[in-house]
Antibody, heavy 124, light 107 residues
Framework: QVQLVQSGAEVKKPGASVKVSCKAS????????MHWVRQAPGQGLEWMGI????????TYAQNFQGRVTMTRDTSTSTVYMELSSLRSEDTAVYYC?????????????????WGQGTMVTVSS | DIQMTQSPSPLSASVGDRVTITCRAS??????LNWYQQKPGKAPKLLII???NLQSGVPSRFSGSGSGTDFTLTISSLQPEDFATYYC?????????FGQGTKVEIK
């Protein structure tokens, strides 16, 4: 079945970087864009950006510009989200979520499949 | 960026109640409004697409309506498994944005 499996929890010190992985299975990896969404403890959902697994291009939310990098490895059907210069406010669960539209990213597309989430804790 | 505002928050209700959650966009988003359900410790689950289309497998007690800037999610008869947090999300423009969430609690 279609699923996204993310890497395990991370604990990082302020100023460090974290790289979270999301391995896709059950569908053709390069045909669906992938989003990253995060959720701070007790808070709502925040969109971070989207990557095209085929070409590798990414679009990032303004709040994360300069600190986030999304990449992919087509040989393992895995997307990665790296966040640098971590601060305590980055403590959150990070989700990958598949974009529902095939071969593109358009108005009306939804987050149809989600990973299980990866807890990232930033603490000195 | 388009701001999404939900009300009420939280919402206290009993099993069997009819429940309505409202979502308002800061500008018109046509019908590009989706609803997700999230239970504690779990990823969000897609419920409704484009304001009123039920995702496959979602019970028919869930329904959505609205267009432009004002939308509603209705649960016709609240079941024990429906106690959760509900988020609206616009797919009209980038960045994608969510409402702050409405937690449906047991009264």
């Amino acid at each position: 079945q279609v699923q996204l499996v993310q890497s395990g929890a991370e604990v990082k010190k302020p100023g460090a970087s974290v790289k979270v992985s999301c391995k896709a299975s059950g569908y053709t990896f390069t045909t669906y864009y992938m989003h990253w969404v995060r959720q701070a403890p007790g808070q709502g959902l925040e969109w971070m950006g989207i990557i095209n697994p085929s070409g590798g291009s990414a679009t990032y939310a303004q709040n994360f510009q300069g600190r986030v990098t999304m990449t992919r490895d087509t040989s393992t059907s895995t997307v990665y989200m790296e966040l640098s210069s971590l601060r305590s406010e980055d403590t959150a669960v990070y989700y990958c979520a598949r974009n529902s539209g095939i071969y593109g990213y358009r108005n009306g597309d939804v987050f149809d499949i989600w990973g299980q989430g990866t807890m990232v804790t930033v603490s000195s | 960026d388009i701001q999404m505002t939900q009300s009420p928050s939280p919402l206290s209700a009993s099993v069997g109640d009819r429940v309505t959650i409202t979502c308002r966009a800061s500008q018109s988003i046509s019908s590009y409004l989706n609803w997700y359900q999230q239970k504690p410790g779990k990823a969000p689950k897609l419920l409704i697409i484009d304001a009123y289309n039920l995702q496959s497998g979602v019970p028919s007690r869930f329904s959505g309506s609205g267009s432009g800037t004002d939308f509603t999610l209705t649960i016709s008869s609240l079941q024990p498994e429906d106690f959760a947090t509900y988020y609206c999300q616009q797919s009209y423009s980038t960045p994608r944005t969510f409402g702050q969430g409405t937690k449906v609690e047991i009264k």
